[in-house]
């Protein structure tokens, strides 16, 4: 029986990820800043799962979390989102500080240890596709955008040094544009499939020629039970996503398509895109190899597919 943890549970990978663990062969405790809801609270109870409310910036919160040693820890809290992001301080002190809390609380010798980083790391760097060990590049410190970036590829910096002093190992994950059920509207996705849902126009930002490769949650999770059986871990960055590019805006016309909306796409202008301090990156492609020689890993859903079922739990 493993002991997991899961920090950031309340959110949508959390949500997900809880679902395709198997209760009975696991000790499974969540925390998250927030409270489930009361349904699911009942549903965490009767399935003997712990939860316990704990912001992990505040770092006299980890005095009941910190006793128990964890086989596995999978953390997930962040800021996500446009408007959550531009705000630098919220940013820095749930990335670098909530994290740093962890690591020195949490994590303890032979802990595997699970951060889910993101293709923002890459920054705008125009050399496709992404492989794990290439550059990050930025835009300006006076673009609040850039500060996610930064704080994530800082603690994965952080995650290599301490491994080696308290010993545990680690899998810094690289997310690429994750979609799926119970995902919240600050995400391309969702937020389109809301819109389509309601008929409302959807907007596309200036130049309307960006790509992004969207992956399955269910295939995200594929990954994070199968590690759980892998007996040699092997620590490091990897990039995990789809490795298909597709246009946003060819991603917004199947949607329209598959929810049959009246929706019509409409593109930001310039100077609106400008005005939010929003710096779009273009192109984001990873290149998957590392994981598939490691663990065997490739994503299975086509695109048409995840979102058919996306759409029906939005429905
Ligand atoms: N979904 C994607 O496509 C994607 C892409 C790149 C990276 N990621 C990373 O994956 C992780 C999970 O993403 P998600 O889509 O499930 O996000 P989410 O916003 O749905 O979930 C994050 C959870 O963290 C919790 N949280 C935030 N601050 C906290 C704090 N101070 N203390 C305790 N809990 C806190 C929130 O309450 C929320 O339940 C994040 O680290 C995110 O940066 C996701």
């Given at each position: 029986?493993k002991k997991i943890l899961i ?14 663990l198997?209760?009975?062969?696991n000790?499974i405790f ?40 964890f086989d596995v ?243």
């Amino acid at each position: 029986m493993k002991k997991i943890l899961i920090i950031g549970s309340n959110g949508f990978i959390g949500k997900n990820l809880i679902q395709r663990l198997n209760h009975n062969e696991n000790k499974i405790f969540l925390i998250d800043k927030s409270l489930p809801s009361k349904s699911d609270l009942s549903l965490l109870k009767k399935k003997k799962i712990h939860f316990q409310k704990v912001d992990i910036t505040k770092t006299n919160n980890f005095n009941k979390i910190s006793k128990i040693n964890f086989d596995v820890v999978y953390h997930l809290a962040s800021v996500v989102g446009v408007s959550q992001v531009l705000d630098p301080k919220i940013t820095i002190d749930t990335i670098i500080n909530g994290s740093l809390n962890i690591i020195k609380k949490v994590i303890k010798k032979n802990t595997l240890f699970i951060f889910f980083s993101t293709s923002e790391a890459y920054g705008n760097n125009p050399k496709l596709p992404w492989r794990e060990e290439d550059s990050m590049v930025l835009g300006s410190y006076k673009i609040p955008r850039w500060n996610y970036a930064k704080s994530k590829s800082l603690i994965e910096s952080v995650i290599y040094e301490y491994s080696k002093k308290i010993k545990f190992k680690y899998i810094i994950l690289r997310l690429f544009n994750i979609y799926g059920p119970h995902q919240s509207n600050y995400f391309i996705t969702s937020s389109i499939i809301n819109r389509c849902l309601n008929n409302l126009p959807c907007y596309l930002n200036y130049p309307g020629t960006q790509t992004r490769c969207f992956t399955y949650i269910d295939d995200l999770n594929d990954f994070l039970i199968k590690i759980l059986k892998v007996k040699n871990i092997k620590s490091g960055v990897f990039n995990i996503g789809n490795n298909k590019r597709t246009k946003v805006k060819n991603l917004i016309e199947l949607i329209i398509k598959l929810t049959k909306s009246k929706s019509k796409i409409k593109i930001k202008k310039f100077s609106t895109v400008k005005k939010t301090k929003m710096q779009d990156v273009i192109h984001r492609q990873p290149d998957i190899s590392k994981i598939y020689k490691f663990y065997k890993w490739k994503p299975k859903t086509n695109l048409a597919n995840g979102l058919k079922k996306t759409i029906s739990f939005f429905k």
